[in-house]
């Protein structure tokens, strides 16, 4: 589980909560808080969009499943994976291109296999690059369709809490006869819109951006796959390979993999 989404989720009610109770009233003006009929209007009225809006309801689903996507630790390591890369480059540049095969049944990415086993196929370069620049870009549509689902989320749950903050007042004012109810009434009909910031911006905003950076993250990982592979076909020397691919790291990474290149980098007296 990723502690920080779940720590700031909580962290997120329980400020909310210590809003409310360190008032005059305490604990008792949680009751204040709550209004069924506002949750109906907040969150039906903003899913029942969502649903509109989805291309199938088995696509609804899955988009709503994504949530748990941002609960899960992201594994991908762009530094691992050029040394694996680098590791395969000097498979290629000692046995040939047909030893990748037997590699590639060690690797468990499906992205990589799939552009190993291309290589080793004799596949002309360009066409290799398109196939896997096609496959990554249907790959980065699919998780774009779970992030716009959150983020679509995030701007109708506000846009609904006012719509049912619009219902209360017109309620509040035909029946304005009493003075001493115009007080509680405006409150409930303020609630559909604390409501509906609540969940965008404690949930909708937060997930959309998490999943927004886990999937630049996979992006990022599997372009480096796809320009090592091409280096690999090349055959360039592993050293101009790892030298390349650690451009598109961050330079204290670059300086890290460095000072632990000895052990698992590319070796000394690589041909040129």
Not at 127 to 139: K, P, Q, S, Y
Not at 149 to 164: E, L, T, V
Request: hydrophobic share 45%; charged share 20%.
């Amino acid at each position: 589980m990723d502690i920080t989404t779940i720590v700031g989720m909580v962290v997120c009610a329980v400020m909310v909560v210590l809003g409310i109770v360190t008032g005059e009233e305490g604990p008792a003006a949680m009751g204040h808080f709550y209004d069924l009929v506002s949750i109906f209007i907040t969150l039906g009225g903003s899913i029942c969009c969502m649903l509109m809006q989805a291309k199938s309801f088995p696509a609804f689903i899955a988009s709503f499943k994504s949530f748990s996507l941002a609960l899960k630790v992201h594994k991908i390591d762009p530094a691992e994976g050029i040394r694996n890369i680098i590791n395969l480059s000097n498979v290629a540049r000692k046995e040939g291109l047909l030893a990748l095969e037997e590699a590639a049944n060690n690797i468990e990415d499906d992205f990589l296999k799939k552009g190993i086993m291309l290589i080793v196929d004799g596949t002309d370069p360009e066409l290799v690059r398109n196939i896997m620049d096609t496959e990554l870009g249907a790959i980065d549509e699919r998780h774009n369709d779970k992030i716009m689902f959150w983020a679509n989320w995030g701007g109708m749950g506000p846009a609904w809490g006012m719509i049912g903050t619009l219902v209360g007042l017109v309620n509040m004012l035909y029946n304005m006869e009493d003075m001493s109810k115009i007080g509680p009434n405006m409150a409930i009909a303020l609630l559909t819109t604390l409501y509906g910031s609540l969940l965008a911006n404690w949930i909708c905003v937060p997930i959309s951006f998490k999943l927004k950076m886990h999937n630049a993250d996979e992006i990022k990982m599997k372009e480096i796959m796809v320009e090592g592979l091409l280096s690999i076909q090349a055959g360039e020397n592993p050293r101009v390979i790892e030298e390349k691919l650690k451009s598109f790291l961050a330079p204290s990474v670059r300086d890290a993999m460095s000072e632990g290149g000895d052990e698992g980098g590319a070796p000394e007296g690589g041909e040129a």
